[in-house]
Structure formats: C-alpha cells, structure tokens
C-alpha cells in the first residue's frame, strides 16, 4: 500500500514540473523548436529582450499587476479589520457580497463591466484593466487577510489607546506588523491572480495596454517563438526566488519568535 502511494506521489509531482522543466530546457534549445532538441544557445534569451512588443506587454502585464495588487491588498486589510470588530447583524451577507465575484464566471464578469464603460464611454487602457483585475483579486485578497485578522485579540484597540496611540499609530504599530505576513501573501496572490489574468484582459485592454499573456495567446496563430520559452524560465526564476525570500523571512521570524519566548 506504501509503494502505492509512494507511487502516486511521484506520479502527481512529475505532472506537475515537468511542464515547468520542459520550458527551461527549450528556452536553451539551439533548434529554435519544441519538437527536437539540437543543443544548447542563449540565442533566445538575446532576441526576447531586442523584441521591444514582447517587453512593452511585459512591462503593461507588471505596471498592472502592481498597482492592482497593491489597492487590493489596501482595501482587503481594511475591511478584514472592519469585519473582525464588527459584531452587527448582516455580517454574513457582506462576507457573501465580497466573495460573490469569485463564484460568478469570469467572463460573465468580463462582459459586464465592458458594457459599462461603453455605456459610460470609458476608453480602454491600464486603467480599465486594474478596474477589472481587483474585482477577480480584492476578493482573494480580502478572505486571506480576514482570516488573519479574526484571529487577532479583540482587546488590541483598546490596549493601545491605553498606552497613548492614535488610530493611525494602533494601525501601523500593533495592527500592521501583526497582519504582516498576510499583507504579504495577500499582495503576491492578488499579483499572480493579475499578472496571469487573460479573460479580463480580453474584454477591458485597448490599444497599447495589451498584457503578456494576450500577446501569447495570440501568438498560437502564428506559433510560438523559443523567446516565449526564455520569458518562461526567467519569470519561474523570478517567482522561486520570491518564494525562496518569503520563505526565509518567515522562517528568520519563527526563530526570534522561539527565542524571545
């Protein structure tokens, strides 16, 4: 039974990276195609940053992921601290409200909002495509760090305001260093969320704001270039590297957590 799962185990985790390592070893593929491997060049890595359209949408996909990440994580930390010292009737509802775009379909969601800025004659740029990412991301956002905040001491305001603190003061030195590691993963999941998004991006882009995964998708008619590859690989390096950060920062706060106790 052991070797069962032991098996499926492995089964599941080479699924998983070997599409992650095919783009490695192609993004070096000397034969400029995914179907023989004719050793190794950087070539690619050459012509993916002299494409100027390949790095403009790259640019577009990031300034947007930023700044969509960033008010989603913004607002989100504000109403988790709202919901968690709220004790109302109706609770339930707002929590159902906040949640509600991530059960409607995508598309759906894509379609009305680019009938509402038609009707409301709102050009399509960066701007409607940050508008249309936080209502896929500020609910992730929002249920990360409410999740976080419910677990914090109800008696916090009140210990502060005790001990001279202004709101702003309670905020930025009890509340924020408290909620710190899920500001974090909140930002870098409304990031990803962003950055990966196409069925927004179909709907709310313009002209010059076309976002890296809509030049990839398409470029499928016209095939892809092995530069696709090599952006590949240096965004899966970027993206371990982030974790890798994360994950020691936190592991460095575990450890003066352990010892101060």
């Known amino acids: 039974m052991d070797r069962i799962v ?33 050793g190794l060049t950087l070539q690619w890595y050459v012509d993916l940053f002299q494409d100027g359209a390949l790095m403009q949408t790259l640019r ?11 008010v989603a994580s913004a607002i989100g930390i504000m109403f988790a ?29 894509g379609v009305a909002l ?3 800025f038609s009707s409301a004659k709102v050009p399509l740029g960066i701007a409607t495509l940050v508008l249309g990412h936080l209502v896929v991301s500020l609910p992730l956002a929002t249920l990360v ?32 260093p408290l909620l710190r590691p899920a500001v974090v993963a909140a930002w870098l999941l409304s990031f990803t969320t962003s950055f990966s998004n196409i069925v927004m991006s179909t709907f709310l ?46 592991m460095r706060r575990i450890l003066v957590d352990s010892r101060s106790n």
């Open 145 to 176: 760090l409410m999740s976080s905040a419910a677990m914090l001491d109800p008696s916090l305001p009140e210990a502060a305001t005790d001990l001279g603190c202004t709101p702003w003061q309670t905020f930025t030195r009890v509340y924020f």
């Open 81 to 109: 601290l709202g919901m968690a010292r709220y004790r109302g009737r109706g609770k339930g509802a707002l929590l159902a409200l906040i949640a509600l775009p991530l059960i409607v379909p995508e598309i759906v969601l």
């Open 205 to 250: 882009s313009g002209v010059g704001s076309t976002t890296l995964p809509l030049k990839i998708y398409s470029s499928l008619k016209t095939g892809l270039t092995p530069s696709i590859n090599a952006l590949g690989a240096l965004l899966i390096l970027l993206t371990l590297v982030i974790v890798l950060l994360v994950g020691v920062t936190q």
């Open 60 to 70: 577009t996909s990031a300034i947007v992921a930023v700044i969509t990440a960033t």
């Open 6 to 38: 032991n098996g499926i185990a492995r089964a599941v985790f080479i699924f998983l990276y070997l599409p992650i390592a095919a783009v490695i070893i192609y993004s070096f593929n000397a034969a400029g195609t995914n179907t023989r491997f004719d």
């Open 114 to 116: 680019l009938s509402v």
